[in-house]
């Protein structure tokens, strides 16, 4: 068997267990706990029966102080990779032309700010159209960030992996739909104008809009690359030390897989496992396959699989909760423990999930449009 066969293989029986295992696991739990599993299939959505803890300060320290290490780790990288940048900066070399901006980077941009102003107004013409105003305005949004890319390297996922970037539609949707289904056990979110939805109806509507995710993920992910301090500045980082033993590996799947059956049993407790949990698998299943992981360029001291991925869906969480905030088919908050301080619907603590949920997006995305970061850093000076 040629070896990108028996890697295809691998990446691909990893992904049957890892989803086998999140479908599972938290079904398991409930069941095994005496809770009627039916709630936790209703579509569309719409049943809340998940009671939540209220506000509390102890809580909201101890979360705030997680995001607050999480986002100093963020920037201590970038800054390291803005030093490196400066301080390598070749002198009297003439900057890399750049190209023009495409055409349908244009109509992206157009698309996206119609879609944008029609999302927040009524207009009683559009009344049959304004639950659905997700689609266009991530598309558009897609497609403006990679013409971006496009102008700035010669090159972007629409024109250099059509095949693969249009596989990243489908793949998305069946990703979201994952989380969607965790979400059940905690309830952290919901959503609001999709009452009068049957559902055939709610998750055809739902998987078009799903189907933006990664790619629009992905395509951030491209484009902050594009820039030197984020790309060639972040492999010159201080190396660390990642365990690398395959106990070590097991240790931390056996602990996530727990974690994952008990969510919805202590949804109050647990509901960060929604996004640490299929990351903490996703690992675990590479290094135990003798696969390199996401994570082991940090040993190294590139850092760029773990910044870039992380800071753009940080950018993209913004997007989402700005454009979601006055559109009518929206979702809502109900975060145990820190449900205040708002930046437009979110929590502001619950913008922590973001950075691992970029990983677990680079992670499902590579099958298709590969690792941007397995070659050499594009600008080096």
Not at 10 to 29: D, E, F, N, R, S
Not at 160 to 167: D, E, K, S, W
């Amino acid at each position: 068997m040629d070896v990108r066969d028996s890697s295809a293989m691998t990446v691909l029986g990893q992904g049957v267990v890892l989803a086998t295992m999140l479908v599972g696991l938290p079904l398991i739990g409930i069941i095994a706990a005496g809770h009627d599993p039916r709630p936790y299939l209703e579509m569309p959505p719409v049943t809340r029966f998940v009671r939540h803890a209220g506000f509390s300060w102890p809580w909201f320290i101890f979360f705030g102080v997680a995001d607050f290490l999480m986002a100093t780790g963020l920037l201590v990288a970038i800054r390291c990779g803005v030093r490196h940048r400066v301080r390598h900066r070749p002198v009297g070399l003439a900057k890399p032309a750049k190209g023009r901006f495409p055409w349908w980077g244009w109509a992206g941009g157009g698309l996206c700010f119609c879609a944008w102003l029609l999302a927040w107004q009524r207009f009683d013409w559009f009344w049959l159209f304004q639950p659905h105003t997700f689609l266009p305005i991530w598309a558009g949004f897609i497609l403006t960030i990679n013409a971006w890319t496009e102008k700035r390297k010669g090159s972007c996922l629409i024109t250099r992996q059509p095949l693969g970037f249009l596989g990243l539609f489908p793949a998305s949707t069946a990703f979201w739909w994952f989380f969607e289904y965790l979400n059940r056990f905690v309830q952290n979110w919901y959503y609001t104008g999709i009452e009068g939805m049957g559902p055939g109806e709610y998750s055809y509507f739902s998987s078009l809009a799903f189907a933006t995710v990664l790619p629009g993920v992905l395509s951030m992910i491209e484009w902050l690359g594009t820039f030197p301090a984020l790309d060639a500045g972040l492999t010159r980082c201080r190396p660390v030390r990642m365990p690398t033993t395959k106990a070590t590996a097991c240790f931390t799947l056996v602990v996530s897989a727990v974690g994952l059956a008990l969510i919805g049993i202590y949804p109050d407790f647990l509901f960060a496992l929604v996004w640490l949990s299929p990351l903490l698998i996703a690992l675990s299943l590479q290094a135990l396959s003798g696969r390199p992981t996401l994570l082991r360029p940090l040993c190294q001291g590139d850092f760029r699989s773990l910044v870039v991925p992380a800071l753009a869906a940080l950018i993209c969480g913004f997007f989402w909760e700005m454009w979601n905030i006055h559109s009518l088919a929206r979702w809502t908050y109900s975060i145990p423990f820190v449900q205040r301080f708002h930046l437009f619907a979110m929590p502001v603590l619950g913008y922590g999930g973001y950075p691992p949920f970029g990983l677990i997006c680079l992670m499902a995305g590579m099958p298709l449009v590969g690792n941007p970061f397995d070659t050499p850093a594009a600008i080096d000076p």
